[in-house]
């Protein structure tokens, strides 16, 4: 089945604890990409990545690490998590390209509460 | 920078009726892409519907139909005969155009509608 797995779905953490939120795709897809979503805000994209060792900036990047060193992987990391992080954060990921991003899965959510 | 605005926060419809969802868009960009999400109360992001700022044709999925006009730099999404499934937040975006650097390809999304299907 073609899917987006996020670990954890739930998160509850303290300010400056570091994290990691896992994302795994089963498509071979190139582009993979990281959101959050607030309440009023839409969702904002973190980074993206087009393909293995290739990333850029999405809208929100400060606070946000991410690393691309295997296609099917592209973790998230809070370095030092603080309470203005709390959200709930989105992967994605599709081919390339204006047709592939028609078709872009999203995982389940991971919703994220730093106190 | 490109910019999508959704100035709906909510409406109400009534089950069979037709209903327009407003999207606004901001770019310099002459090659670019516009999707339709929706979002169910479950949390999913749900594909509904794209099109290509060169088609010159409406998109049209099903139910879903987007009227694009260019000019006025607008892309609403029309449903007909709402149903009570539909109730659901719906997201408006954007893809930018491919960089030659390589970057490009980001996507922004407009705030949201919350669409509540009545009967």
């Known amino acids: 089945e073609a899917q987006v797995t996020q670990n954890p779905r739930y998160l509850i953490t303290v300010t400056g604890k570091k994290l990691t939120v896992t994302c795994s795709q089963n498509m071979n897809h190139e582009y993979m990409s990281w959101y959050r979503q607030d309440p009023g805000l839409g969702l904002r994209q973190i980074y993206y990545?087009?393909?293995?060792?290739?990333?850029d900036k999405g809208d929100v990047p400060e606070g946000y690490k991410v690393s691309r060193k295997e296609k099917r992987n592209f973790p998230l990391i809070l370095e030092s998590p603080s309470p203005n992080q709390t959200s709930l954060y989105f992967c994605a990921s599709s081919l390339s390209g204006d047709r592939g991003l028609q078709t872009q899965y999203f995982g389940p959510g991971t919703r994220l509460l730093v106190l | 920078a490109q910019k999508i605005t959704q100035t709906q926060p909510g409406m109400f419809v009534q089950e069979k009726e037709a209903v327009t969802l407003d999207c606004t868009y901001d770019?310099?960009?002459?090659?670019?892409?516009l999707f339709w999400y929706k979002q169910p109360s479950s949390g999913e992001m749900i594909f509904l519907i794209y099109q290509g700022s060169y088609d010159e044709q409406n998109a049209t999925e099903g139910r879903y139909s987007l009227n694009f006009q260019k000019a006025r730099k607008s892309a609403n999404l029309v449903i007909s005969a709402s149903q009570l499934g539909d109730s659901a937040m719906y997201f408006c975006a954007m893809r930018e155009a491919p960089k030659i650097t390589g970057g490009g390809n980001k996507l922004t999304f407009g705030t949201g509608t919350q669409l509540k299907v009545e009967l």
């Open positions: 990545s087009m393909n293995v060792e290739v990333t």
């Open positions: 770019t310099s960009d002459q090659s670019y892409g």
